[in-house]
């Protein structure tokens, strides 16, 4: 069995939060809220809910659709809900780091639903153990449960603040105790996070795709550094941190949000039509067609073929019933693992010149692959061209990049990258190029990935990339169980 | 639960069939031929192996993958395989009703994998039972092996062609005993079924992009009305059936097919294209953008736009996240059910006159929801256009449409069904179009859904489009059983 | 992981059947029934029930409680239905083979439960498929099925007299169409049949025990030879084949049925200690007490206890959570694979000169684990005495023995066997001795296991112990792909 | 679906546990351990092992072979490990409350397998959560687990001895880290434990049936308030608690631990025979036979045959195919739910005076069916004789008494009772006879249960039957989620 996620050789998004407060389905708003960000973590699912008193709360490896069915949200009764879904780096994919992560303690039920990376968790693990702290799971998470838990503040919002001002790195989360819902994003604002409203019940999403499936209004994003308290009161909205440059996350147009959110102010597939555009005009090529790898190169090809006048076409059409996974036999078969998922168009191909369009390039594998491929479909020269920088650095901030040593762009000259993947040019668009595209706030963005200027510095260089510390303890997986 | 078919309110194919002779490892690439074939049915899938003197198999309900898995295709050893893919009218909807069907009779083991539709089962069944013998499925298939069974021949393609000139209809279809393939399309060709060669193996495949998959060469069409033998002594064709008009189902192209398939002797995303072509040609309208439904109606819609130079767009954008049940809420959502798959662009739609493309329109259920889902995301206004004549008859080959009276074109004029999806302006491609469009050999094609001319008369008009007699025994399903 | 059945080395009991006919909850009360046959069959179980038009079943492999549950009874509607629990031979284990077979003919639906086996039906089998008739199990009870599809005759009763006057063999058996049931016993009466009422309801079963947990009141026996039609017009009973000597089968009395039952006039628990009492008489030996073997050899040592005036104690302890299966650690550990089963109570053995019963000794294997464990745990003197007389061939009326080979008294000497399970002295039960116990019907019992006399010869004494030819397809079954 | 756990109406034994140190295959024989406890727990299940460095773990709800197969036991690698078995009181039935509990806390890993009860649990976490910390189960035991991550001590035997200083009530204990077992027994001995060696491998086990099945030596009993330290240094035992009168729980006799142990010193076959004998000395009867219900009443029914001189028979056999639950079809049968487990021989009842032998008597419900199921197959006179005094005051120590007021000793005099369970006569055996059977060391032994005199005063006699403080939270169990 070989994996075959979302798609191959992309940076990972880590998770999607959700969360409805004062709706009596809420179980239900949020298993179609979580549905609609399922492409920002396809590991584990989860959705907690409280009716005031009780917190219910379900969550499992897989797709949602994999972890949750009618009758078990039925199972879910309240009027206040979260919702997560998430992607894990290897070493932790097991149910105890799926969340929501619910705890119950001193002062009652405690649940926590977070999209982000906190770079310092792994320290004050560290000095909460010493005095004796348990800890449930191997995510950044559970730190801010454990320092709510310690805080003497008798307000389940004060205590969040306290933690909050402990903890660096992004967040965007969704915290609550049995009737109060606490909503916070980091005064970064490294991922997006924005507020809803489906007749009088308020509604949290990570995207604003998950506002539209459910028909809710889009009232606004949620500001960096905001924090808001709901509950029976209503909604109050505070700022009780330090005013800060904002660094969103450019990936998120890039690639991670789903063309038909708005991110930061804008439609996603707009932004990357202006991208291919802006590409466009950046490394224009003589060619017969442009060509976007699916699914995410699409909208910049599109984009491509508008600005340069070169007519678009479906060379590589995508397979709709790839699954999760699928038997490789790499014994008798060589491109199998590329001609599952995407099926080239001999007859458009064929003795074509083509401008080959991809959102970005991270290890070249890939791309590497499809190219062997449509050159075995009689493509004559392929001209790739990227719609965003050449990825040199880690990130920080919620994405799993690969470590730097695998990023080919931090090791490699284009042309060597050309020669690599095999194409007849390569161009990649500019930083400068990205950021007119993406519009006037381009002071907003995090750049980190692409130029190394890091807006919260890691402790320490090396061990950034993870915050977990070895495991000692290890529960058999579902998965084991059943090979 | 909500059942998400492949896409909602289409015609359905039957099946599709695939076999290898002569590979060690048969029942991997057959594997890989269903999962290149799975778009022609869904709801159950097997595969059946022979090593020259056992026949082993395995079939269950579900998508390829659902039912297989690395270790299961271990458990199939052999050199000769068949597989196939179903999709079934609802009512028979078991795993006995799932393909390769396998006996054990007087001659040793036999099985059969069948695309198409025999319209005179019913009536040959029932003569074979009032002789004794026992049916085990409602498959119309069965009786083709009971006339098989019954045969006096010695030779297993001696009994297969007296089986199958009792027979009438339409088959593509692959036959097996311990260590003899026989492969026969019917004398009318409705359905597709081609020939590759992997090495010194051969490949049978309904459609070409299987090959591609498994990189077989392509040889070419198995012709209407040829049976094949292939065993230790090689292929050997011939043509024991009286030549007859070929009646090609031109679903295929319109829907059916894949893209990246050769089907009939063309590219079906280029017949498409010239599809989309020819409607612009004959219903241009003035406009701001095309938009396709996906997928279906995108390769017609680049035709559409290259041909009247209207800009092409993605308005609707396709959740590739969305599994085939789905939890809906009705209760509290309106929309969902279209939204948790298509998801509107609201900033490319909105005050925007488009041009929308489909394929084809059934009952217009669909149609209807998604103009109305794409009005409340602002667009101006909507012309429907679609890539193929109105569809009046039903289908007795091979394919599941609705009874006639749900077919909307068969009741209402174009104008009330203007009406009813609520558009500004509607248009089919007109037969002469659509045939133009197809190339050259236009008189070879089956029309009978547009036209209700059919090749072969259906028995008896009023319970032709179902074969079945009443199912007086019914085991509980494992569907029943989990419930 | 070890198959631990019942009991080890013991012959195997074919099967079980029970019958309801006129009550509204036949499905339920059916579900009890072979619930308390369980003994009789634990590798598959079944129901199948008529509402009168319709038939509905479901069938599995495992206990009765593996395979049904409350839900599944509920979707199991119907005033008659029969049940079924079976054991079968290896070779042909799969769900296939499981009972009450259910087909749709010609005249409508057919269903049959079997408990017996028919000598001559691989013949039958032969010409049938020789006339072109399809298989669909390896079951010698489809046979009687496919004779009732070609009979000629109207009316089911007379199709089943028909059928049944083709096979020879031993055959309890419940048919059913939609609305008639037909019960029938062979000539020789091998296995048991009786017949009850639960109010106006009839009720069928192998042994009376099941009549007893539904509270239905026992009627009488089914004779030999007999046939009831049950229907509409109620209970006619019939006899329609010559009569014959009577053969009941004695391994009833002496270990298959359930000592609560009353088979063939008498209560087994009382028989077993009359047998015991005679083994007494004929093999006195001075000893501390008498143990019997869990849990089959119980009632014969009470009966040996009581006329040997030895006192009766619990030497040996059955664990009652040993399951189906079980990890058996061979390489660390030897006796475990008893010793999970069978606790010796060290302080009741030590020093102590022990006479052990069991009811039967067929490969002698377990009895010398028993014996060798028996005496790590300090006994002193072991004087094994066996309930029945030894067992020198093999059945083939319904119970599975192992071929002659392996009948370790078929080849051995009592004192050979005395050596080799390692006991002080070895008694068997004498053929006279056992009939005298069984009571005044002596000439009655078939003993062809114990002196060779079988009252319908098989047709060819090589390979009578297994009706089926060689399987040249399968499926795989739901354990293969689980593993 | 009903229960039907080992027996009804009997007190349930919380846990037994199972460890080894020092042996390469120390999983598998912590399964064949806790396999052979199943008796003092069928609700979950769990093994831990250590290789030295990394500990993995597996738990699961159901026996034994339920939660463990080959596979999942070759998953666990190691040289020491802890098992368990549990049985809990509703409410509190999920995965997360099975033990091994496991836990990585600042010094590394540790697990804990706990058999007892802990009277002081809910106010020493009621203490800590103050301070921060968070518990993830209800279980008493992961106090412990709290209080020795707090310790200050560096050695994990010295963390251990402070955690015990500070908790009260009963425990029999395997803790672990990495690479070190710590095993203690409370300083009452509420609850048996025991040492055995497998060649140089140290075994700890609940009872002697453990070490018998793997064939270990039996060493000793695990003295009362014994601590002992086991690691790469070898054994070494500590007193670190005040000695204190110790307090045996004597219905380890009566009803709980397997015939075949020895326990506090003696054979619990032989003691119950012994009760039994007392029973007959104090409550002689007139009467045709002795019958014990199965299957604890039977080791007492042979000892009040053999002194009575009445003679002993199976009148009740127990069905051994009676699973863990059954359908039970209460709207047409009335007594099923005993018939299915115990079925009556009739022909040895019939018109009979009995002794009908109980180990102990707690609702008396269940005794009240028997008695009525016995009338209804002809019995003439039960003279109920019960082998073991009044219960008539709650456990606190381990056992699952019901709440006082349905211990029907405590509201009734003996008289009613036998009203109510409709006897002709009914006696229990005395405090002094009890004593007097169970050997010399009477006073050893807690009567709490029967004189209501309590070795440890629990906090507060209204709530102190169960520690665990209103949950908050809820995880959907496997069982929910199937529903």
């Known amino acids: 069995m070989e994996n075959l996620p979302w798609d191959w050789d992309k940076p990972k998004e880590y998770c999607g939060v959700f969360g409805v407060y004062g709706h009596e389905r809420a179980a239900q708003l949020t298993y179609l809220g979580i549905y609609a960000l399922q492409h920002r973590g396809q590991e584990s699912a989860g ?61 009652g039920a405690l649940t926590i639903a977070h999209n982000g990376n906190l770079i310092n968790a792994a320290k004050i693990k560290g000095e909460l153990e010493k005095e004796g702290a348990i800890f449930q799971s191997s995510m950044d998470s559970e730190v801010i449960v454990h ?66 499936l459910i028909e809710a209004k889009f009232e606004r994003e949620i500001a960096p550094g905001e924090l808001l308290v709901i509950d029976s009161n209503g909604l109050k909205s505070t700022n009780p941190f330090q005013p800060i440059q904002h660094s969103h996350c450019v990936f998120e147009y890039i690639y991670f949000a789903r063309p038909d959110s708005t991110v930061f102010g804008q439609n996603v597939h707009l932004v990357r039509k202006a991208l291919g555009k802006a590409l466009a005009r950046e490394s224009k090529v003589s060619a017969d067609m442009v060509i976007g790898i699916p699914d995410s190169g699409q909208s910049a090809a599109l984009g491509y073929s508008e600005e340069s006048r070169l007519p678009f076409d479906y060379g590589l059409i995508r397979n709709h019933y790839v699954g999760r996974t699928f038997i490789q036999p790499t014994q008798i078969l060589r491109n199998v693992g590329v001609g599952i998922k995407l099926n080239p168009v001999k007859e458009v191909l064929r003795g074509k010149r083509i401008v080959l369009i991809d959102d970005s390039l991270v290890r070249g594998t890939t791309s590497r692959k499809i190219v062997k491929f449509l050159r075995e479909a009689g493509t004559k020269e392929i001209h790739f061209r990227v719609s965003s920088p050449p990825i040199k650095h880690p990130c920080f901030y919620g994405i799993d990049t690969p470590f730097q040593k695998d990023l080919i762009a931090s090791n490699h000259e284009i042309e060597s990258i050309r020669q690599y993947i095999n194409v007849e040019s390569l161009r990649y668009l500019s930083i400068e190029g990205m950021l007119k595209a993406t519009g006037p706030k381009a002071h907003n963005f995090c750049l980190a990935c692409f130029d190394g200027n890091y807006p919260v510095k890691p402790d320490n260089d090396t061990n950034c990339h993870t915050i977990e510390k070895e495991e000692l303890i290890r529960e058999l997986t579902e998965e084991q169980l059943e090979l």
């Open 47 to 107: 959705i907690a809910v409280s009716d005031g008193k009780h917190m219910c709360f379900h969550r499992g490896m897989g797709l949602v659709n994999d972890v949750f069915n009618e009758k078990i949200i039925d199972k879910l009764p309240g009027y206040m809900s979260s919702g997560h879904v998430r992607y894990s780096t290897t070493g932790s994919s097991n149910v105890a780091n799926a969340q929501p992560f619910v705890v119950q303690y001193a002062k």
């Open 147 to 212: 320092l709510i838990a310690r805080s003497r503040k008798e307000k389940l919002e004060d205590a969040v603040v306290e933690a909050l001002k402990i903890v660096k790195g992004s967040y965007s989360l969704i915290i609550m105790n049995e009737n109060k819902m606490i909503v916070a994003r980091d005064p970064h604002g490294f991922r997006p996070l924005c507020l809803g409203k489906l007749n009088n019940a308020y509604i949290i999403s990570s995207e604003t795709c998950a506002l539209d």
